[in-house]
Each structure stands twice: as C-alpha cells, then as structure tokens.
C-alpha cells in the first residue's frame, strides 16, 4: 500500500512542478521594463492574463521575444508596434486611440451620461405627475378616509 502511495505521489509530482523563466539582463532599468511591457501585453491564448502570469506556450514565447527585443536594445514603441503588428490590438490591456477605439474609450461615459439623463427625465415625470394629483397621490375621497382612519387611530 505505500509503495503504490509513493509511485502516486511521484507521478503527481512530475506534474505539478512549474516552469518558472530566468532571463538575465544587463542593468536593472532593462529589468524594469521588462517587467512593465510583460505586463502590460496580454497573452493572446488567455482571456485575462498578461504575459507574465500566463503559463501558455505563447506566453512563453513572447516573454522571450520580448527579452530578446530588450537585448538588441529595441525601444518600448518598436516591441509594442511588432506586438500589435503580430497578434492585433487584442495584446494591449489599454487599446491605442484609433476610429476602432473611440466607442471603447467613451461608450462607457456616454452610457453614463444617458443613465443620468433617464433618471431625471423619469424622476421628473413622477413629480409632475405627483404635482398634478397632490402630494399623497391620493383621490380626495381616499386623502378622507385616511384622516379619518389617522384620527381614529389617536383618539384611541
């Protein structure tokens, strides 16, 4: 029985090990951006990871085109643009402003702007019609049996 246990726990062994990159850099600003663009990239398998949290394939590999891009001594610009170039716009947690772009950077506003413009229109109705009516909302004959009921309800 524990022999069996220990071939298991081996085998599981083997697969829960993680990969995790090493890249060597000359200085610590090239680090530094490294880590800034590797975040910033969005891995192009995964929904809602950056290519530094992605355990992809892909990621993989464009954390070592970006290491080698840094190397070569490309600037951030030229390595985003060659992204952008290979994989869309879908790379870039934060799209460029573009005719493409303009409803994803204010569509968001412009609902925002409406909502408030549908609240007031409708908060205003309910107080016209509130107006209109008396400010119960009531029928003159129920604003009377409701003093009525309030009265009773003291003298008791």
Same mark, same amino acid.
């Given at each position: 029985?524990?022999?069996?246990?220990?071939?298991?726990?081996?085998?599981?062994?083997?697969?829960?090990?993680?990969?995790?990159?090493?890249?060597?850099?000359?200085?610590?600003?090239?680090?530094?951006?490294?880590?800034?663009?590797?975040?910033?990239?969005?891995?192009?398998?995964?929904?809602?990871?950056?290519? #530094?949290?992605?355990?992809?394939? $892909?990621?993989?590999? %464009?954390?070592?085109?970006?290491? @080698?891009?840094?190397?070569? /001594? !490309?600037?951030?610009?030229?390595?985003?643009?060659?992204?952008?170039?290979?994989?869309?716009?879908?790379?870039?947690?934060?799209?460029?402003?573009?005719?493409?772009?303009?409803?994803?950077?204010?569509?968001?506003? #412009?609902?925002?702007?409406?909502? $408030?413009?549908?609240? %007031?229109?409708?908060?205003?109705? @309910?107080?016209?019609?509130? /107006? !209109?009516?008396?400010?119960?909302?009531?029928?003159?004959?129920?604003?009377?049996?409701?003093?009525?009921?309030?009265?009773?309800?003291?003298?008791?």
């Amino acid at each position: 029985m524990r022999a069996l246990l220990a071939v298991m726990l081996l085998l599981c062994a083997g697969v829960a090990q993680a990969a995790i990159d090493t890249y060597e850099f000359n200085d610590e600003a090239t680090r530094e951006r490294f880590t800034a663009l590797a975040a910033e990239l969005r891995c192009p398998k995964c929904q809602n990871q950056n290519i #530094a949290d992605s355990n992809s394939p $892909i990621a993989k590999d %464009l954390r070592d085109e970006l290491h @080698r891009m840094l190397e070569t /001594g !490309a600037s951030d610009d030229e390595i985003v643009d060659f992204m952008v170039t290979r994989y869309g716009e879908f790379v870039l947690y934060r799209p460029r402003m573009s005719n493409q772009t303009y409803l994803l950077w204010y569509g968001p506003a #412009a609902l925002l702007v409406i909502g $408030i413009v549908v609240v %007031l229109v409708v908060s205003g109705k @309910r107080k016209s019609k509130a /107006g !209109a009516k008396g400010d119960s909302g009531l029928s003159e004959q129920e604003q009377q049996r409701l003093d009525e009921l309030l009265k009773q309800d003291k003298d008791q």
